[in-house]
């Protein structure tokens, strides 16, 4: 199983090389410090205790109730072994696996996440290969809201209003926090009232975030939907 003591080497060098890095917990650092969006790396145990993956991780953090843990993300890509490695696998037994993975996050990871960890950029992202399922159309309103793309937001609500319209969902459902965001934000958007849909979003954003490992190093700033 994967543990502290095998992922300190990577953590280590990482975080010599670039001091915005911040470990938290054992198998995961992310940047600081985190504006709207949580950006990481996260060595993922497997079933077989002799192997971890590696991945990215983007967690946006205005959305309502956002479910499940930050290290998971909003949006998340597994990284490969070098084509030329000679193992498929991240083998803690292989000895190139510690010095591949450190090249990998660096020079994949780490610019992956500074072109898109901005709600602007985050908002441009392509398909998600590795994603565990689509992402909700309710989501990704908010992601045009947070960039203040209004009209991108208000073409997702005029389509999806209708599916929600006198239905209601069990709380704590997927279905549930979707109903949730849309109704919270359809009369502002409608109206472009850029001021109240800020708040709402800088409201489910310190929800997220305090009393969680992120609150030390969140600094709440505008959206661009308030440029």
Request: proline share 10%; aromatic share 12%.
């Amino acid at each position: 199983m994967t543990s502290a003591r095998q992922v300190r080497p990577i953590f280590d060098a990482l975080k010599t090389k670039h001091p915005y890095l911040v470990q938290i917990g054992n198998r995961f650092a992310i940047k600081n410090p985190v504006h709207h969006i949580a950006l990481g790396i996260f060595i993922e145990r497997t079933s077989d205790p002799n192997c971890c993956s590696p991945r990215l991780f983007m967690t946006a953090l205005y959305f309502a109730g956002l479910p499940g843990a930050i290290a998971i993300g909003t949006y998340f890509e597994y990284l490969s072994r070098s084509p030329t490695s000679a193992e498929k696998f991240w083998l803690w037994s292989d000895p190139t696996m510690i010095p591949e993975a450190i090249a990998v996050l660096d020079s994949v990871a780490l610019p992956k996440l500074a072109l898109y960890g901005t709600p602007e950029s985050y908002a441009t992202l392509p398909s998600r290969p590795h994603w565990v399922y689509d992402e909700p159309y309710e989501d990704r309103m908010i992601v045009h809201i947070a960039a203040g793309k209004l009209d991108a937001a208000r073409a997702i609500r005029h389509e999806r209003q209708p599916w929600h319209a006198g239905k209601s969902f069990p709380p704590g459902s997927r279905a549930h926090r979707w109903q949730t965001q849309l109704a919270a934000v359809e009369e502002p958007l409608m109206a472009g009232d850029r001021p109240a849909l800020a708040k709402i979003l800088h409201d489910w954003e310190a929800a997220n975030v305090r009393g969680t490992e992120l609150e030390p190093y969140w600094e709440p700033t505008p959206f661009p939907l308030e440029r």
